[in-house]
């Protein structure tokens, strides 16, 4: 393989599930988590990005290798992205080794309009809706022996670029007046079992690519 990587932004968009500190979400294998930051742009303005990767990948994909999958998604695989818009996922893993062999924490950079290295307000984070883009890196994959082999494309997050910040406030919910639920010992599910049965789920969950017409 001639080059297998090329740095890359992606159109400015709308951010949604964005998550670049602390625990970060657990990765798709659930031996680790990431951080990552997901755009959603316009089919229009996103085909220059994509006609960008695929002349990458045309000129060193590996040779007899068939691909597999694509970078991107669209309303036709995931209910949550509008009709008309391509979403681009952009990931790091959290931690990393180094050359000595430490194990180090990933910092993914946070900048502002104009491309300075700005810190996020005490006890915010990225909300859906804000609009930036993200700066990373295009990886040419490729797995199997020498009898097939398969190659593909992920997108490595490496800064998160805002222009218009929304803050995340979390979920909130209306009390009810008048109540006396007082709660079922026996029936509520303690929070560990909880989080593990909604982990379970997420795993599980339908996880289809569109193919490039």
């Known amino acids: 393989m001639a080059n297998n990587k090329i740095n890359v932004q992606s159109p400015i968009g ?7 500190t602390g625990q970060g979400k657990e990765n798709f294998e659930g031996d680790g988590y990431d951080y990552q930051c ?3 742009v316009p089919e229009s303005e996103a085909d220059q990005f994509i006609d960008q990767i695929e002349d990458f990948v045309e000129d060193n994909a590996p040779k007899n290798g068939e691909r597999a999958g694509v970078f991107y998604r ?5 209910d949550t992205i509008d009709d008309g818009m391509v979403r681009f996922t952009f990931k790091t893993q959290t931690e990393f080794t180094d050359r000595k062999g430490n194990v180090k924490d990933t910092e993914v950079a946070i900048l502002d309009a104009a491309g300075t290295k700005v810190k996020l307000p005490e006890g915010k984070l990225i909300g859906n809706g804000s609009t930036g883009r993200a700066i990373g890196t295009a990886v040419i994959w490729e797995r199997g022996n020498r009898k097939k082999t398969e190659y593909g494309v992920s997108l490595y997050l490496n800064k ?3 222009k218009d910040f929304v803050p995340y406030e979390g979920e909130t ?3 009810i007046e008048g109540g ?12 560990e079992d909880a989080a593990e049965e909604g982990n379970t789920r997420a795993s599980g969950a339908r996880r289809s690519r569109r193919s490039r017409r």
Not at 74 to 78: E, K
């Open 14 to 20: 709308t951010l949604m599930y964005v998550m670049v």
């Open 38 to 40: 997901c755009i959603d």
């Open 74 to 78: 669209t309303s036709d695989d995931d």
């Open 160 to 162: 998160v670029q805002i």
């Open 173 to 175: 919910v209306d009390a």
């Open 180 to 191: 006396s639920f007082n709660g079922f010992d026996d029936e509520l599910q303690p929070e």
